[in-house]
């Protein structure tokens, strides 16, 4: 029962274990290459030290090793001659790819979404945050608590093992359901917090724009050079993980809301996106979302596709406004850059939030979005006229309402398209 115990409570654990890792990835794809890049960046970033990679040209994973069982053998001698006591797949590997690679090998296997798990555990810092990570992480380890083979079964610290992944195969299944009803019930807590917050924002009028983008592309540091703030930032994935909110002044005296939110990354475990729907609704509450793109990474285009695609299918933002700042131009060239982007894709700001190059430029665009965005308007609906005062609740922002004689007196911001309807309906006139 102790043990149990110290289990459920090692996610406040944040020691880097210093261990000597071997890459293992498919040559699949154009992109393989910067798979196998971005997860060796991944590794640096929970505190590995890489000392080897290997690869197999395959068409399909192998269903039992992953990488074919030669392959696997050749492997298992590279680990003794390079001293590695960790192999990272660039996969979420099923339970027996798991089980049978760690016999084979006689070391810990870590897969792509365990080592994602093990950077966010490592980056909480809030309540919240903590909250999220533990519970994607028991989330990912309920189903594969048998079969695991001797090195899961071990208490010990190291990638993969922060928080609560890491038990022996006798480990109680009921606790950690337990603990994920618990863990739930707390994070729906958090979400009716965040609810509250919003409808106070959504009642001072103040517009909300959320920062979004790739992993490492200078988020934090954009959110710095506008807000002036101290967010913690640092090059390398990941580097903040609990979300942040400040309040900006613009030229033409609104204020507005930043948040920066989570970085995004391909493959993002799906357990991760569950646990963080808290914090992922703040990203559909924005009314601009903005996004930060690398513009010396070069991918940066299949980066912004990978980010838009998350945001249409997971986060469901539908089709809200968008403003891209190209971030990083101090290392890039503009005509390459302006060469890679998207076709389509639009309100695009060229900045280097490092230098603080094109702040302001930027701020205008978002100044002039949310003007054209929703405009003032002051009516008077009659009484009988219920559906036009739904229809402002549901598609603007009432201000102020106030009982008159001859109807319902009405203060509100209106989306442009929806106010020379609703000032024919009324007979009343725009502000």
């Not at 990941?238 to 970085?263: E, H, I, S």
């Amino acid at each position: 029962m102790k043990e149990i115990d110290r289990l459920l409570e090692r996610v406040s654990r944040r020691g880097v274990a210093n261990e000597r890792a071997i890459l293992v990835g498919l040559e699949q794809g154009s992109d393989w290459q910067e798979r196998m890049e971005e997860l060796r960046e991944l590794a640096i970033s929970a505190g590995a030290e890489v000392v080897g990679e290997v690869r197999q040209r395959r068409e399909e994973p192998d269903p039992f090793y992953y990488i074919g069982r030669g392959k696997a053998e050749e492997l298992a001698v590279l680990i003794k001659e390079l001293g590695a006591d960790l192999v990272i797949v660039d996969a979420s590997l099923n339970l027996v790819q798991h089980r049978n690679l760690e016999e084979i090998l006689q070391t810990k296997v870590v897969d792509r979404t365990e080592l994602i798990l093990d950077i966010f555990a490592q980056r909480a810092h809030t309540k919240e945050g903590k909250l999220q990570i533990e519970l994607a992480q028991l989330t990912y380890l309920l189903p594969r608590l048998t079969g695991r083979g001797v090195f899961l079964s071990r208490l010990g610290g190291g990638i993969g093992t922060r928080g609560p992944g890491e038990t022996k195969l006798e480990y109680d299944r009921r606790r950690i359901r337990d603990r994920i009803n618990q863990l739930r019930k707390e994070i729906d807590e958090v979400r009716e917090q965040r609810a509250r917050r919003r409808l106070w924002r959504r009642a001072e009028d103040i517009p909300i724009v959320a920062l979004v983008g790739y992993t490492n592309v200078g988020k934090s540091t954009l959110l710095n050079a506008i807000t002036k703030a101290s967010v913690y930032v640092d090059d390398r994935p990941f580097a903040t993980l609990d979300p942040t909110t400040r309040r900006v002044k613009l030229k033409g005296g609104g204020v507005v809301l930043f948040t920066d939110t989570v970085g995004f990354i391909r493959d993002l475990p799906p357990n991760l996106i569950a646990a963080f729907r808290a914090t992922l609704e703040e990203v559909r509450e924005a009314d601009i979302l903005l996004h930060v793109a690398d513009g010396s990474h070069p991918r940066m285009a299949e980066q912004i596709m990978t980010v838009n695609k998350i945001l249409e299918e997971v986060v469901e933002v539908g089709e809200k406004k968008m403003v891209y700042a190209i971030n990083k131009m101090d290392k890039a060239d503009i005509h390459e850059v302006m060469a890679k982007l998207p076709k389509g894709i639009s309100n695009v700001c060229f900045i280097s939030a490092l230098q603080q190059r094109g702040i302001s430029a930027l701020l205008d665009k978002i100044g002039r979005i949310l003007e054209e965005e929703l405009c003032l308007v002051e009516l008077t609906i009659p009484y009988e006229r219920g559906d036009i005062l739904s229809l402002l609740y549901e598609k603007g922002r009432v201000l102020g309402e106030d009982f008159g004689d001859k109807g319902i007196n009405i203060l509100a911001r209106v989306p442009v398209d929806l106010r020379d309807k609703i000032l024919l309906l009324t007979n009343s006139k725009g502000k």
